[in-house]
T-cell receptor, first 115, second 116 residues
Framework: GENVEQHPSTLSVQEGDSAVIKCTYS??????FPWYKQELGKRPQLIID?????GEKKDQRIAVTLNKTAKHFSLHITETQPEDSAVYFC??????????????FGRGTQLTVWP | NAGVTQTPKFQVLKTGQSMTLQCAQD?????MSWYRQDPGMGLRLIHY???????DQGEVPNGYNVSRSTTEDFPLRLLSAAPSQTSVYFC???????????????FGPGTRLTVL
């Protein structure tokens, strides 16, 4: 099955700096890569996703890049703000095959943005 | 449109007790799943379902049962609770049909379970 590794497990940055979280996956058939943000005591919520036919996607201060050859994808947050402090999860999924729809999650990154 | 709802929000059980965590969604999603979240372990899949009458095991299914009699409901049963099942449980749903572009999973608010 799929194995998703996520690094780092904790990340501290100063407000205004950039933050980068990296994930690798093992199954070359995976073709959908979402990122979820979970604030303390809340449910995970989708913040951005990318499909395997796209190399990069941006939404305001967040961007995701995908390298299919190397099987890794990254989340980039620019101009970080204290409200970006949360746990971020990457995930991988296949849109075809026997495990269609199943998300495989990384273990999460606790991002802390210091004012 | 309530999205994904879970009950109860908090529960304390004694070892050996049984209980059912309830999950319902009103978005007509085919795919529903249960995760447990433990510190440093991320979200681990317990069981999932791709439609009414169809369920399958995830990576940590032992000690849990599920059934899916309707599209809307996907209850999780703990048969004989153990302290190792102390965790936060999330239910999630998403569209499943082939060709659907948006594969976003919507999570419920979670149930915090403590087993003494």
């Amino acid at each position: 099955g799929e194995n998703v590794e996520q690094h780092p497990s904790t990340l501290s940055v100063q407000e205004g700096d950039s933050a980068v979280i990296k994930c690798t996956y093992s199954d070359s058939a995976s073709n959908y890569f979402p990122w979820y943000k979970q604030e303390l005591g809340k449910r995970p919520q989708l913040i951005i996703d990318i499909r395997s036919n796209v190399g990069e996607k941006k939404d305001q201060r967040i961007a995701v890049t995908l390298n299919k050859t190397a099987k890794h994808f990254s989340l980039h947050i620019t101009e970080t703000q204290p409200e970006d402090s949360a746990v971020y999860f990457c995930a991988a999924s296949k849109r075809r095959g026997s495990t269609l729809g199943r998300l495989y999650f990384g273990r999460g990154t606790q991002l802390t943005v210091w004012p | 449109n309530a999205g994904v709802t879970q009950t109860p929000k908090f529960q304390v059980l004694k070892t050996g007790q049984s209980m059912t965590l309830q999950c319902a969604q009103d978005m007509n999603h085919e795919y529903m799943s249960w995760y447990r979240q433990d510190p440093g372990m991320g979200l681990r899949l317990i069981h999932y379902s791709v439609g009414a009458g169809i369920t399958d095991q995830g990576e940590v299914p032992n000690g849990y049962n599920v059934s899916r009699s309707t599209t809307e409901d996907f209850p999780l049963r703990l048969l004989s609770a153990a302290p190792s099942q102390t965790s936060v449980y999330f239910c999630a749903s998403s569209p499943f049909l082939a060709g659907v572009e948006d594969n976003e999973q919507f999570f419920g608010p979670g149930t915090r379970l403590t087993v003494l």
